[in-house]
């Protein structure tokens, strides 16, 4: 079975610094991973998706991720902060070869200070 | 616009009541999902169909809850006898077949902006 855990449900971090949000997951076999975002009163979009090709993967607004086999891990980033990346975002996995249900993580809500 | 939507935005009802929530995919979109998203829970898978079929209702919590999808369009889910646990964002999400060839998985959903339930 697949899981998803982020850790921290809220994360402040103060405008222009780096953002880290960490997201580990579980699979038996290879995943495909997701980041999404969730702006206030809005539905959720994509910001960037893992599918084996190169591990480092770049998504739109300048966010980042890294496929870690070894850590099981897919961490999020992005090098300087901004007011508008405020918002709730989302880490899930899926099952490479089977149907396409996503398991989301609870989400972490990204906080920036002025 | 072209993407999903979803109505109404918000509903307000009491308990015990019936509720319909809809949902409109991206045209040629063949694949769609419901999620429920409370409040400090996450995104919690409810349905999903292929074309007009279901082949994975596992997430619906009970029975009160059903869905249906006609002429690989329209979603409805249905809530009935609505309970206050049912509060929460109901959102949708749609994305294209699997297509010929390729490997399942990969196929980015697009998701509504969600209806707001919330049960007196």
């Known amino acids: 079975a697949q899981s998803v855990t982020q850790l921290g449900s809220h994360v402040s971090v103060s405008e222009g610094a780096l953002v880290l949000l960490r997201c580990n997951y579980s699979?038996?076999?290879?995943?495909?991973l997701f980041w999404y975002v969730q702006y206030p009163n809005q539905g959720l979009q994509l910001l960037l998706k893992?599918?084996?090709?190169?591990?480092l993967v770049k998504g739109i607004n300048g966010f980042e991720a890294e496929f870690k086999k070894s850590e099981t891990s897919f961490h999020l980033t992005k090098p300087s902060a901004h007011m508008s990346d405020a918002a709730e975002y989302f880490c899930?996995?899926?099952?490479?070869?089977?149907?396409?249900?996503?398991?989301f993580g609870k989400g972490t809500r990204l906080h920036i200070l002025p | 616009g072209a993407g999903v939507s979803q109505s109404p935005s918000n509903k307000v009802t009491e308990k015990g009541k019936d509720v319909e929530l809809r949902c409109d995919p991206i045209?040629?979109?063949?694949?769609l999902y419901w999620y429920r998203q409370s409040l400090g829970q996450g995104l919690e898978f409810l349905i999903y169909f292929q074309g007009n079929s279901a082949p994975d209702k596992s997430g619906l919590p009970s029975d009160r809850f059903s869905a249906e999808r006609t002429g690989g369009s329209v979603s409805t889910l249905t809530i009935q006898r609505t309970q206050q646990e049912d509060s929460a964002v109901y959102l949708c999400?749609?994305?294209?077949?699997?297509?010929?060839?390729?490997?399942?998985?990969?196929?980015?959903?697009?998701f509504g902006p969600g209806t707001r339930l919330t049960v007196l």
């Open positions: 999400a749609s994305s294209l077949e699997r297509a010929r060839g390729r490997v399942a998985g990969d196929n980015e959903q697009f």
């Open positions: 899930a996995v899926t099952h490479r070869n089977r149907d396409d249900k996503i398991i």
């Open positions: 045209s040629g979109h063949t694949a």
């Open positions: 893992y599918t084996s090709a190169a591990t």
């Open positions: 699979s038996s076999v290879p995943p495909y």
